[in-house]
T-cell receptor, first 115, second 112 residues
Framework: DSGVTQTPKHLITATGQRVTLRCSPR?????VYWYQQSLDQGLQFLIQ???????AKGNILERFSAQQFPDLHSELNLSSLELGDSALYFC??????????????FGPGTRLLVL | SQQGEEDPQALSIQEGENATMNCSYK?????LQWYRQNSGRGLVHLIL?????REKHSGRLRVTLDTSKKSSSLLITASRAADTASYFC????????????FGKGTKLSVIP
């Protein structure tokens, strides 16, 4: 158990809908990362938050957004869903150590199926 | 793209044998990490090797890093059926950058 929790575990929805994925980082970790894993694209970095502020953006679509709250949990919002958004969405967290040489700890993921 | 390339894509071995997986990347890195993923589950961090390190051990795992060749290898010794999983290398591109860029993974099957 990594200490990172994600809800829900599974989500089935229809095209055009909007969903929210939730992540609670490990106790004390200030950084939260979101990744998408799909069969064709593999594991891709979406976005990173550090202590409530957006730090880095990867291949995140404009239809997707995220935020990190004062209690450090994070939410990933996916809107106008398309069939191709079906994937495993992972959240990871890390402690900010000097030099950025830290390990990222991954949650169990949310499996999203868009029908 | 910094995305790593693992080799082989799939590997099947007998229990007790050693398994070697390789990862190559394109540009300079801050550190390189190896993760394991059991089918459809979350990723488990195995080991992190910094760009100024050449070899690191953790239990039955041995990781090497050759920055001149931009490659890394993961060796699992005395494999067990429970080692069956996908293994990914992930790069942190440079100082001040913390997001991981993953390779496509090696699917390891250990036959009892």
């Amino acid at each position: 158990d990594s200490g990172v929790t994600q809800t829900p575990k599974h989500l089935i929805t229809a095209t055009g809908q909007r969903v929210t994925l939730r992540c609670s980082p490990r106790s004390g970790d200030l950084s939260v990362y979101w990744y998408q894993q799909s069969l064709d694209q593999g594991l891709q970095f979406l976005i990173q938050y550090y202590n409530g502020e957006e730090r880095a953006k990867g291949n995140i679509l404009e239809r997707f957004s995220a935020q990190q709250f004062p209690d450090l949990h994070s939410e990933l919002n996916l809107s106008s869903l398309e069939l191709g958004d079906s994937a495993l969405y992972f959240c990871a967290s890390s402690a900010e150590l000097a030099g950025g040489q830290e390990t990222q700890y991954f949650g169990p993921g949310t499996r999203l199926l868009v029908l | 793209s910094q995305q790593g390339e693992e080799d082989p894509q799939a590997l099947s071995i007998q229990e007790g044998e050693n398994a070697t997986m390789n990862c190559s990347y394109k540009t300079s890195i801050n550190n390189l990490q190896w993760y394991r993923q059991n089918s459809g589950r979350g990723l488990v961090h195995l080991i992190l090797i910094r760009s100024n390190e050449r070899e690191k051990h953790s239990g039955r795992l041995r990781v090497t890093l050759d920055t001149s060749k931009k490659s890394s290898s993961l060796l699992i010794t005395a494999s067990r059926a429970a080692d069956t999983a996908s293994y990914f290398c992930a790069m942190v591109p440079g100082a001040g950058s913390y997001q991981l860029t993953f390779g496509k993974g090696t699917k390891l099957s250990v036959i009892p």
